[in-house]
């Protein structure tokens, strides 16, 4: 009798370990992951949430990654529309940064449609090696890249027009929250040329 309740209670102790084990891996995988981005706390933080998802899949981390990326870029978009300078008013736009709040604006949506098309692209590559895999990829990498140029063009914009003092800083802050987030997609993104 002694030794079936030894049996349960060492089984009640090594259960918890053992699926504590296989909930720390996906997450050591995601902080090993982002080691080679250039924000690794920054991908740590907005990736932490992923791992069941992710399952130690290079390509799952990347789409994840592009996801939530594409997300926070459209949430700064909304945040730069409600923001009294882009208000509808073609006046009020004009004397308070307008242009560059609307040229940033467009040039954000314009980053959503990528990093989204790039999505699609690393959900399409295939097996690992193939020509699909390799087609998709560079295309996956193309449409980041653009992403990425779009938010430091609303920068430019922003540094640019004179108008815009009113605004930029906090305009600022998001976008290079938003540009440090797609510079880790993309890292995670190229990383799948070597491994998937």
Known sequence: MENPSRLILLFF???PCFFGLNFSAPAEFIHSSCKVTQYPALCEKYLSVYPPAVHRSPSQLAKA?????????????????????????????????????????ETLNDSVDRLRRSV?????????????????????QTWVSA???????????????????????????????????????LALVNRLDSRN
């Open 13 to 15: 102790v090594l259960i």
């Open 65 to 105: 990654a592009l996801n939530v990326t594409a997300n926070r870029a459209l949430a700064v978009s909304n945040f730069i529309k409600r923001m009294p300078a882009s208000g509808k008013d073609p006046t009020e736009r004009k004397s308070h940064g307008g242009g560059a709040v609307r040229d940033c604006l």
């Open 147 to 185: 992403a990425l140029t779009d938010q430091n063009t609303c920068l430019d914009s922003l540094l640019q027009d004179k108008s815009a003092a009113g605004v930029r800083v906090p305009i600022r802050r998001q976008i290079v929250a938003v540009s440090q987030l797609t510079s880790n997609a």
């Open 120 to 140: 699609t692209e690393v959900e399409r590559m295939g097996r690992y090696g193939s020509r699909s895999f390799k087609w998709h990829l560079s295309n996956a």
